[in-house]
């Protein structure tokens, strides 16, 4: 090139970053052969594998037992899906675009569906074949940020049933409409012209007159809101409760007559973090903020400060007298699950051991006193993905199923799957093969049987290289599945789901 001609192009530029950035040769983001070569020697890395499908349809194979016959229904879940497009890999567990899958139980067989949920981001990366923007953990050269909360939103941690919407949720904008039929993606949920594109949490909760009580929270401004959506799907209210900074608030509870909101000293105090999770920092001698605010009375907070810890799921909560609140949740020291492991299953450097320990507890919080008494129950050992009876909801409930492990093999995942009784204190409990990784597991009524239910879950595995799904009687959980089904391919190991009778 002509060196005047050289010189006056650059001399036309103010910074060499408003080059054309199709001008950089760009390397690929993420870890994907590190990810691929890891795989090789940890072979339970396959959950993180990832999909390339944008659509999958399979029927699976029963390998014992049989269907009950109440059981027709569907049971959806939801999960991040295309850990890699392109040459690129994401960096976090809980980045990819969302796929929601759906097991049609009908007349005794199970059909399997799953569909990318169509979000701007996912469609956006998949049909162009590069991870484009950045995400909760990932981001990296020229990756955009979307322009808005929902220019990132892969939808990809939750899908619930409400009203007569079947909605696709992330936590950081808004819930996604899905067509429950074809799976396809109508758009987003716009609950109000104020509302729209606002953060929606992924763990809504739902209360005795079938209204539904969701939060979000806001980095830029610090901001908690508060959604209370009616049985018909209408928004009823929003409140929005002005933070110094924003904690991250994965999950919370209702009572019959509280919201409890939890939350930990991860806060974000660093804006100018690039992806998500870089503006937040763990200050570990802070404490862990509860605030408790009225139903009828949403400027009514109590703020109560209890020491450090750190959350991702609540089982249930109840009122147990005005001013004391009961509930069971999942607790943690610290988050560094969700800063260290979650990355580290993503480029395969992994060593599968926890370095951060999860345990059961219950826990009843006093509003005059403003204290908590927590009781941990380390005998179960690491624990996650609690779950309660639908039925019990928002009353003293006497069953909680979580996933635990009862040996630690180098492989990480949960193996044995928990129903623990709270008012005999006695555990049933079943644990699958050495090779298998238990997903959430969720727990059915059964009919004409008050406190028993059917629990449904999926898991990987990684030995056969497939995902199975089993239904087991909660009354005998011991005795293993009452039905064994097999898809004949895996799939990424996911995270939330919820099973609707048609
Ligand atoms: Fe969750």
């Not at 339970?44 to 699976?60: F, P, S």
């Not at 920092?281 to 605030?291: H, K, S, Y």
């Amino acid at each position: 090139m002509d060196r005047r001609l050289f010189m006056k192009m650059f001399a036309g530029l103010l910074t060499i970053s408003s080059l054309p950035k199709s001008l950089y040769a760009k390397s690929p983001i993420g870890n994907q052969a590190e990810f691929l070569q890891a795989l090789k020697e940890k072979p339970w890395l396959l959950g993180y594998l990832g999909t390339d499908q944008l659509e999958i349809r399979a029927d699976l194979r029963i390998v014992s037992g049989r269907v009950p016959s109440e059981l027709q229904g569907y049971f959806f879940r939801n999960g991040p899906a295309l850990h890699n497009i392109g040459p690129d890999r994401f960096k976090h567990w809980f980045d990819a675009p969302g796929m929601v899958q759906k097991f049609t139980f009908a007349d005794g067989v199970i059909r399997f569906h799953g569909r990318l949920v169509g979000t701007r981001r996912n469609r956006t990366e998949a049909q162009r074949g590069n991870i484009l923007f950045s995400a909760f953990g990932t981001h990296g050269h020229d990756l955009s940020s979307g322009g808005s909360a929902d220019g990132q939103n892969a939808a990809n941690i939750n899908i619930v049933r409400h009203a007569d919407d079947l909605l696709a949720l992330w936590e950081g904008g808004s819930a996604y409409l899905i067509n429950a039929e074809t799976l396809e993606t109508k758009g987003p949920k716009v609950w109000s012209p104020e509302t729209a594109g606002l953060p929606f949490g992924a763990h809504p909760r739902f209360d005795q007159d079938g209204s539904m009580w969701n939060i979000g929270y806001s980095v830029n401004p610090a901001a908690l809101i508060l959604y209370h959506i009616s049985a018909g799907g209408h928004l009823l209210k929003t409140h929005i409760l002005p933070q110094m900074v924003t904690p991250m608030i994965h999950d919370f509870m209702i009572t019959e007559s509280k919201i409890v909101i939890v939350a930990p000293p991860y806060v974000s105090s660093k804006p100018k973090g690039e992806s998500f999770i870089d503006k937040f920092e763990w200050q570990g001698a802070q404490p862990t903020r509860t605030l408790v605010i009225d139903k009828n009375n949403l400027t009514k907070v109590t703020d109560i400060e209890l020491d450090p810890f750190w959350v991702f799921h609540f089982g249930n909560a109840y009122d147990i007298s005005p001013t004391e609140i009961g509930f069971d949740f999942v607790v943690y020291d610290n988050p560094d699950f969700m800063t260290r492991e979650a990355f580290s299953v993503m480029d395969g450097s992994w060593d599968g051991q926890d370095h951060v320990k999860s345990r059961y507890a219950q826990a009843i919080l006093n509003l005059t006193t403003k204290t908590a008494v927590i009781d941990h129950f380390d005998d179960f050992g690491p624990v996650e993905f609690i779950r309660t009876d639908d039925r019990e909801n928002l009353t003293q409930h006497k069953q909680a199923l979580m996933l635990s492990r009862s040996t630690h093999s180098g492989v990480y995942g949960f193996s044995r799957l928990n129903l623990y009784d709270r008012q005999s204190e006695s555990n049933r409990f079943f644990d699958v093969s050495t090779s298998e990784i238990l997903e959430e597991h969720i727990m059915v009524p059964k009919q004409g049987h008050d406190n028993q239910s059917w629990i449904i879950g999926t898991a990987l595995d990684w030995k056969k290289g497939l995902t199975n799904l089993s239904v087991y009687d909660g009354a005998h959980l011991s005795d293993g599945p009452i039905v064994k089904a097999e898809l004949d391919l895996a799939l990424p190991l996911g995270l939330h789901g919820n099973y609707v009778a048609r």
